[in-house]
Structure formats: C-alpha cells, structure tokens
C-alpha cells in the first residue's frame, strides 16, 4: 500500500509560481507511474500532469502546458508539480497520485490506485 502526502500549497498572487511535493511512503513507489489532479469546488476532480514511473514520458492538461512542469526522484520516492504563471482559474485543490507498479500512465483518475490527502492552491487576481 502506497502512501502518498502532498505540500507546498498556498496562497499566491497571479504570474506567481508554486512547488508541489509528494512524498510516497514505500520503496514500490519507484515503478508507479505518477499523476497529479486538480478539484476545485462544485467542479469535478480533473487531470493536471502525469509522468512515468521512469521518468521518460510526461503528459500535461492543454490548461498547463508549458507553465507546470512534473518531475520526480525515485531515490528519494518524492514527486513534484512546479507551476508557473499562475492563474486564479488555477485555484484548486490539488492531489498526487499512482498507479500500479509498471501500469502505464494514464489521465484518467479511475486509472489510479493511490492517493494523497490533496494540498490547497489559492490563486488571487
């Protein structure tokens, strides 16, 4: 059982920039393909980013593309989520997640096994 915990959200002005962090508690951690998502209040929980478990191949939301950048080390099963540019329309909270160990990456939440407690990004116009 993956145990994934999310930080680095807050508040921030728009064109700021922000890290998230996601922490996973096994070593399996290495071979899960990693996602990040997005919730913001009466809307459903939607795709951000997603990346390999190697690391090789990334997918990003047509939303961020060019401004978030998701990355990762499996030597310290530490994920993360830069976002530039930030927009209020960017306000949300935000959640990492896994999938099964050498599973593809996927965009789909349903597609994910494991999931953080979600971080919340406040973007102020």
């Known amino acids: 059982q993956v145990q994934l915990v999310e930080t680095g959200g807050g508040l921030v002005q728009a064109g700021g920039s922000l890290r998230l962090s996601c922490a996973a508690s096994?070593?399996?951690?290495?071979?899960?393909?990693m996602g990040w998502f997005r919730q913001a209040p009466g809307k459903e929980r939607e795709f951000v980013a997603a990346?390999?478990?190697?690391?090789?191949?990334?997918y990003y939301a047509d939303s961020v593309k060019g401004r978030f950048t998701i990355s990762r080390d499996n030597t310290l099963n530490t994920g993360w989520l830069q976002m530039n540019s930030l927009k209020p329309e960017d306000t949300a909270v935000y959640y990492c997640a896994a999938r099964a160990p050498y599973d593809n990456i996927g965009r789909l939440p349903s597609e994910y096994n494991y999931w953080g407690q979600g971080t919340q990004v406040t973007v102020s116009s």
């Open positions: 990346i390999s478990w190697r690391g090789r191949t990334t």
């Open positions: 096994e070593r399996t951690y290495t071979y899960c393909p």
